[in-house]
């Protein structure tokens, strides 16, 4: 969708005290790259760069006020949409998307679990503090996912959500057709859990399988990439690009991001947001 303005992006998503994910960083993402963030907080998160230590959900009715109000008078030109907490805001965010009356880009990132701290060079690990009750999981699966332009899980969420092992590239293409079934137009599957020096993320629509690979960045400052991909690649579409297309620059601007990585934290520290090359 071509857009001659600023790019509007809603963000849908929980709070990072630690500002190295969630609501924080892509409120970063969309302005480093030149769009106009808004935002309808899911949840507030007591956490740093060594983890989560509370989480305080707010209200479903009260997340999707903020969504139709800002909806109402700004608009958006994409949506995107991460930690989610339990079914009542799942099915809450579902019904203010289900009004859309104009083409909303809509980009989900299945959070489900925050990452552990892991030793550096390692990729990270999932096994944190649940960010998506296990009753809720349904209900994404079946409401939110099929209105989805494009989701996004890492490996443990597709794991969780087709309950098939995923180890090989070829498991995350299985991975990647499985939940293209539940309804989405596309998916982006993330492969950083795998291990190896190359960091693939697989790309499938009902057409066509896209492959993505870089090289992988050894650093434990590396909290925050989802979120920081998949506001990217809201803000793309937002901006007038294909999928395909949106991917490749979200990747590139997460890869910048990594390498400048301002140190922080003692466990998995931010990415450097503020790019300015």
């Known amino acids: 969708m071509a857009n001659t303005k600023q790019p509007r992006i809603l963000v849908v998503a929980g709070s990072d005290s630690g500002g190295g994910a969630g609501i924080q960083a892509d409120i970063k ?10 935002t309808a907080v899911t949840a507030l998160t007591a956490q740093n760069t060594e ?13 999707a006020r903020q969504m139709s109000i800002v909806l109402d008078d700004i ?9 989610l907490a339990n079914e009542e805001i799942v099915e809450a965010v579902a019904g203010v998307l289900e009004k859309l009356s104009k083409k909303t880009f809509i980009v989900l ?29 349904e209900a994404l699966k079946t409401k939110l996912v099929p209105l989805a332009d494009v989701i996004t899980p890492n490996i443990p969420e597709a794991e969780v959500l087709t309950r098939q092992a995923i180890k090989t590239v070829a498991d995350m293409k299985v991975a990647a057709q499985a939940l293209l ?38 650093t434990r400052h590396n909290h925050g990439t989802g979120c920081t991909l998949a506001s990217a690649v809201a803000y793309q579409l937002a901006s007038g690009l294909s999928l ?23 466990g998995n520290g931010p990415l450097g947001h503020n790019l300015t090359d």
Do not use: C, N, W
């Open 29 to 38: 993402t969309i302005t480093v790259l030149g769009g106009y963030a808004m």
């Open 51 to 63: 983890g989560v230590e509370a989480v305080m959900p707010v209200p479903g009715e009260f997340v």
């Open 75 to 83: 608009g958006a030109d994409a949506i995107k949409i991460g930690m």
């Open 109 to 137: 990132d299945t959070v489900m679990v925050a990452t552990q701290a892991t030793p550096e060079a390692s990729p990270r690990r999932e096994g944190g503090h649940a960010l998506l009750e296990e009753s809720a999981i």
């Open 181 to 218: 079934k539940l309804g989405p137009k596309a998916v982006l599957m993330k492969g950083g859990h795998l291990e190896g020096d190359e960091v693939i993320d697989v790309l499938v629509t009902p057409d066509k399988e896209t492959i993505f690979q870089s090289g992988r960045i050894k």
């Open 244 to 266: 395909e297309k949106a991917v490749e620059k979200a990747r590139e601007y997460v890869l910048k991001a990594l390498r400048s990585a301002p140190g922080f934290g003692k």
